[in-house]
């Protein structure tokens, strides 16, 4: 079993910036993709940013140049640094693990609401 703890979701004016953390219980080395899905109301669930097999990282077209991803190891967790939200980036934003043995894991979701 994998746990994944979302945490920095919220609300925040077009413009701002907030930082996700996903906690995993296991060492994040041993994956083959971790990072960050969100979906919208009435949205399908669309990939937002993951390192995939090491150091390689991959965005949605919607999101680069604004989002980065970054991890630390020692820590098990993953971050999400979006800056320049928009309120189309409003969105539960989840968690997502592929372990090398263990499988494939949700977090629960953490909610990112961009309104003035």
């Known amino acids: 079993q994998v746990q994944l703890v979302e945490s920095g979701g919220g609300l925040v004016q077009p413009g701002g910036s907030l930082r996700l953390s996903c906690a995993a219980s296991?060492?994040?080395?041993?994956?083959?993709?971790m990072g960050w899905h969100r979906q919208a109301p009435g949205k399908r669930r669309e990939l937002v940013a993951t390192?995939?097999?090491?150091?390689?990282?991959n965005y949605a077209d919607s999101v680069k140049g604004r989002f980065t991803i970054s991890r630390d190891n020692a820590k098990n967790t993953v971050y999400l640094q979006m800056n320049t939200l928009k309120p189309e980036d409003t969105a539960v934003y989840y968690c997502?693990?592929?372990?090398?043995?263990?499988?494939?894991?949700w977090g629960p979701g953490t909610q990112v609401t961009v309104s003035s």
């Open positions: 390192f995939a097999f090491g150091d390689t990282t």
């Open positions: 296991v060492s994040i080395s041993d994956t083959y993709v």
């Open positions: 997502n693990v592929i372990h090398r043995t263990l499988g494939q894991y």
